[in-house]
C-alpha cells in the first residue's frame, strides 16, 4: 500500500473522495434514515429522505412499517416492500389455515366415543383369539429335564 505496488490497495490521496454535498447521501441523492417503531415514521419528509429498516425487528412490526412506509409513499432502502408484504401476507394466511384445520377438543370427543365403540366388537374377537393362541403354546411347549441340584464342594 506504502509502495504503491500492484495487488495492493490504493492510497488514499485527494480527489478519492465525494463532494461535500453528496456525502452521506443514497444514490438517489436522499438522506438515509434509520427507522425502529411507527413514531420515528412519521417524522421522514417522503421527498428528501429515504428509509432503512432495523434489522433487528420482528416480521410483524416490519411489516406494520413496510406498509405504513407504503402508504404514504417513502422509499425503502435495502428490501423490496412490495414483496416482503405479500410474502408476509401470505405466510399469515397459511398459519390461520393450518391453526382452523385443527380439530377443537370438544369436536374429537364426540367422534373418540363413535370410533371407540365401533371397535369394541372386533377387540373381543381378537382376545378370544389371543387365549386359543396361547393354550396351543402352551400344549406345544417340549417338556425340559430337571436339573439335579448341585452339591458343595468339600473343604479340604
Known amino acids: 500500500m506504502r509502495e504503491k505496488r500492484i495487488g495492493h490497495r490504493a492510497v ?11 456525502r452521506g447521501l443514497y444514490m438517489t441523492g436522499a438522506e438515509l434514515v434509520y427507522i425502529s417503531n411507527l413514531k420515528q415514521l412519521d417524522n421522514v419528509k ?14 410483524k412490526k416490519k411489516y406494520d412499517i413496510l406498509e ?4 404514504k409513499s417513502i422509499s425503502v ?19 390461520q389455515d393450518k391453526k ?14 363413535e370410533t371407540k365403540a365401533a371397535e369394541k366388537k372386533p377387540e373381543a374377537k381378537k382376545t378370544e383369539d389371543k387365549e386359543k393362541s396361547h393354550e396351543k403354546a402352551q400344549v406345544k411347549q417340549p417338556q425340559t429335564k430337571e436339573i439335579p441340584p448341585k452339591t458343595e464342594a468339600k473343604k479340604i
Do not use: C, H, M, W
Not at 100 to 113: F, G, I, L, N, S
Open 68 to 71: 405504513k412506509a407504503a402508504e
Open 77 to 95: 432502502v435495502g428490501i423490496n416492500a412490495k414483496k416482503f408484504i405479500s410474502d408476509f401476507e401470505a405466510f399469515v394466511k397459511a398459519k
Open 46 to 59: 417522503p421527498k428528501e429522505q429515504a428509509v432503512i429498516v432495523q434489522g433487528t425487528l420482528g416480521l
Open 100 to 113: 382452523a384445520a385443527r380439530k377443537t377438543p370438544a369436536e374429537v370427543k364426540p367422534q373418540a366415543k
Open 12 to 22: 488514499v490521496k485527494v480527489g478519492y473522495g465525494s463532494p461535500v454535498e453528496l
